[in-house]
């Protein structure tokens, strides 16, 4: 299966796609990685991989539709089955959405802590486990269907980083496990439900 991985800043998870791609025996391979801003890490891990990068800024849109529709075209040259959202800060319109499945993680078990705080939200709570939540994008903000979820403990004198820190090593791993099984044995969505395997 073709991906292409949206990133908006370090690209961690990018960077684990990236190294489970390198085994044939995946079923997939990053054909393209878009940011939504320059200058990030995540174009760097891209370069240094050999894979094409795009950049599409907001800022550079008179409106988010044509942002979106920008967007839409820069990832329709690369032809992916699968576009990947890895860390991508932005909410994805409808022209993106309409023409291809899209994978996010979310760092919190949703539909607890969506939005771009989740970790900090998640702490403030006082919540004692948390974890991250791989779904199916729809129009809205972190709500698509739940593909899979790990969880992880709230410890004691966790700070926003630390538990970040431990919610994206988890994250990185359930990610390439999940994406990896989609490329490889298809999937099936009805209602809320999403079943991986061939129908
Ligand atoms: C991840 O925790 C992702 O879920 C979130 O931002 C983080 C991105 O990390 N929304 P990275 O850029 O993949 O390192």
């Known amino acids: 299966a073709r991906l292409v991985v949206l990133v908006s800043g370090t690209g961690s998870n990018l960077q684990a796609l990236l190294d489970a791609c390198r085994d044939q025996e995946?079923?997939?391979?990053?054909?393209?990685?878009?940011?939504?801003?320059?200058?990030i890490e995540g174009l760097s891990r891209a370069e240094r991989a050999g894979?094409?990068?795009?950049?599409v800024s907001l800022s550079d849109h008179p409106t988010?539709?044509?942002?979106?529709r920008a967007l839409a075209g820069a990832i329709a040259e690369h032809e992916p089955d699968l576009v990947v959202?890895?860390?991508?800060?932005?909410?994805?319109?409808?022209?993106v959405l309409s023409r291809?499945?899209?994978?996010?993680?979310?760092?919190?078990?949703?539909?607890?802590?969506?939005?771009a705080t989740a970790v900090r939200d998640a702490l403030?709570?006082?919540?004692?486990?948390?974890?991250?939540?791989?779904?199916l994008v729809d129009e809205g903000v972190d709500t698509g269907p739940v593909i899979?979820?790990?969880v992880v403990p709230v410890l004691a004198g966790d700070d926003e980083a630390a538990l970040h820190e431990r919610i994206k090593h988890v994250e990185r791993a359930l990610l390439v496990e999940v994406v990896g099984r989609m490329?490889?044995?298809?999937?099936?969505?009805?209602?809320r439900k999403v079943r991986i395997g061939a129908p």
């Not at 995946?26 to 200058?39: M, T």
């Not at 894979?51 to 950049?55: G, Y």
């Not at 988010?64 to 979106?68: A, G, I, K, S």
């Open 183 to 191: 490329a490889r044995e298809g999937w099936t969505v009805s209602g």
């Open 51 to 55: 894979v094409p990068a795009f950049t």
């Open 124 to 135: 403030a709570y006082g919540v004692t486990v948390t974890g991250c939540t791989v779904h």
């Open 64 to 68: 988010r539709p044509d942002w979106d």
């Open 100 to 115: 291809w499945p899209v994978v996010n993680t979310h760092p919190a078990l949703l539909p607890s802590f969506p939005g």
């Open 26 to 39: 995946y079923g997939a391979s990053v054909v393209a990685v878009g940011a939504d801003r320059a200058g």
């Open 85 to 95: 959202s890895a860390g991508f800060m932005k909410i994805l319109g409808p022209a």
């Open 148 to 150: 899979a979820q790990e």
